[in-house]
C-alpha cells in the first residue's frame, strides 16, 4: 500500500472521516470553525470547504478540498442535543 492510500485509509477510520463515525456536535454553528480547524494528512495543508449540507436526519456532511495539494474529502458529522437537567 502506497503512502497516500494508508493515509486515506487512516483518514477515513478517524471520528467524521465516514457517516458511520461521525464527530458529534451540539451544534451546527461549531460545524465549520472544527473542519478548518483540521489538516490534509497528506501535506497538513488547510482545507476550504466547498459544500455543507443536510446528509438525512441529525447527520452533516462537509465536503472540502485541500487548499495545498487539491485533495477532496467529506467530513461527517452528528448533532447531538443535549438538553440541560
Known sequence: MNKWAHSE??????????????IEVGSAAVIEPRVLSKNCPHCHGEYRI??????????????????????P?????????????
Open 9 to 22: 485509509r487512516l483518514a477515513s477510520l478517524v471520528r467524521g472521516g465516514s457517516r458511520e463515525r461521525p
Open 50 to 71: 466547498l459544500e455543507h449540507e443536510w446528509a438525512g436526519p441529525g447527520h452533516r456532511r462537509v465536503d472540502v478540498s485541500c487548499r495545498n495539494c487539491s485533495t
Open 73 to 85: 474529502r467529506s467530513m461527517w458529522f452528528r448533532l447531538v442535543v443535549t438538553d440541560p437537567n
